[in-house]
């Protein structure tokens, strides 16, 4: 599985946008960029996914770099209930698991 | 409508013994998977099944850890002889089908296994 890389902890405060950082500089073309997190004491959830195009939900946004490096999970007004881990996982075809890094610890202060 | 449910939520054991934790996913999804999460190795992929059949065994630590899936539904996974390393979260997740990469995982409350 291709790697990614994300920030250990950022911080943010409530109300305000957020912008979470993850670089996979060895994707391949039919990886599919999923973002899942997971609060306190709960099993992870899914938040988000992409394949090149940017995405919205009633979550969060996905940016994706147009070279597909990089892409920035948003968060458009952080609340106190969105600190939590966040994951970002790439998945290829034919790749049912989930393959976990150590995620970005998001502390938001209130 | 009803998520993944896992049981029991708390497991405590003596070393050596076995233990069985269950997992009820989705109702109609067709995959299956396990995961743990320990303070010292993070979220692992244990096992992955489709239907009741495990195309994916990669993630199981030792021969002492086995899971079965029956009708397609509910999963056991299976800690035999258990050791203090094995003190974990045990996650369960479901997903619908298999769309080369995009399907959704759904995760379980987890069960918290101690083993002293």
């Known amino acids: 599985d291709a790697k990614t890389t994300q920030p250990n902890s950022m911080e943010s405060n409530e109300e305000e946008p957020v912008h979470l950082p993850c670089n996979h500089s060895?994707?391949?073309?039919?990886?599919?960029i999923h973002w899942y997190r997971q609060l306190p004491s709960q099993g992870p959830e899914y938040v988000i996914h992409g394949l090149t195009s940017n995405v919205n939900n009633r979550m969060a946004s996905l940016a994706i770099a147009e070279d597909r490096k990089s892409s920035t999970l948003i968060l458009h007004r952080a609340t106190l209930r969105d600190a939590a881990v966040y994951y970002c996982i790439l998945r290829g075809f034919g790749n049912e698991k989930l393959t976990f890094g150590t995620g970005t610890r998001l502390t938001i202060i209130p | 409508g009803a998520g993944v449910s896992q049981s029991p939520s708390n497991k405590v054991t003596e070393k050596g013994k076995d233990v069985e934790l269950r997992c009820d996913p989705i109702s109609g999804h067709t995959a299956l998977y396990w995961y743990r999460q320990s303070l010292g190795q993070g979220l692992e992929f244990l096992i992955y099944f489709q239907g009741n059949s495990a195309p994916d065994k990669s993630g199981l630590p030792s021969d002492r850890f086995s899971a079965e899936r029956t009708g397609g539904s509910v999963s056991t996974l299976t800690i035999q002889r258990t050791q203090q390393e094995d003190s974990a979260v045990y996650l369960c997740?479901?997903?619908?089908?298999?769309?080369?990469?995009?399907?959704?995982?759904?995760f379980g409350p987890g069960t918290r296994l101690l083993v002293l």
């Open positions: 060895t994707i391949s073309g039919t990886d599919y």
């Open positions: 997740a479901s997903s619908s089908s298999l769309a080369v990469g995009q399907e959704t995982q759904y």
